[in-house]
């Protein structure tokens, strides 16, 4: 059974960074793209970044890009999101999915994504 459990979130001000995990179980991770997908509250899913399946490949949300660093270590079944200069717009739950979407996905939460973890962004 897939599974991704998301951690790494808090409260953090304007301007600070965090470092989000996620761990993957029940599947072979090194055989997927994964992304970063994020909901506001009150708002719709958004993408949020990907990484192919060795992390040689990286895309960005615009609203993301240069701030947010993706990365994966096949061999910890394990993906990371470095936030940097993080802004109160970047509040959200951020989920971990298995799946390399890109900015023309249409997003549906999938049971696999677990619970996702709380960042939020205020002074």
């Known amino acids: 059974e897939a599974q991704l459990v998301e951690s790494g979130g808090g409260l953090v001000q304007p301007g600070g960074s965090l470092r989000l995990s996620c761990a993957a179980s029940g599947f072979t991770f090194s055989s997927y793209g994964m992304s970063w997908v994020r909901q506001p509250p009150g708002k719709g899913l958004e993408w949020v970044s990907s990484?192919?399946?060795?992390?040689?490949?990286?895309s960005y949300a615009d609203s993301v890009k240069g701030r947010f660093t993706i990365s994966r270590d096949n061999a910890k079944n394990t993906l990371w999101l470095q936030m940097n200069s993080l802004k109160p717009e970047d509040t959200a739950v951020y989920y971990c999915?298995?799946?390399?979407?890109?900015?023309?996905?249409?997003?549906?939460?999938?049971?696999?994504w677990g619970q996702g973890t709380l960042v939020n962004v205020s002074s």
């Open positions: 990484i192919s399946t060795r992390g040689d490949g990286t």
């Open positions: 999915a298995k799946e390399a979407f890109w900015s023309g996905s249409r997003l549906r939460r999938d049971p696999t």
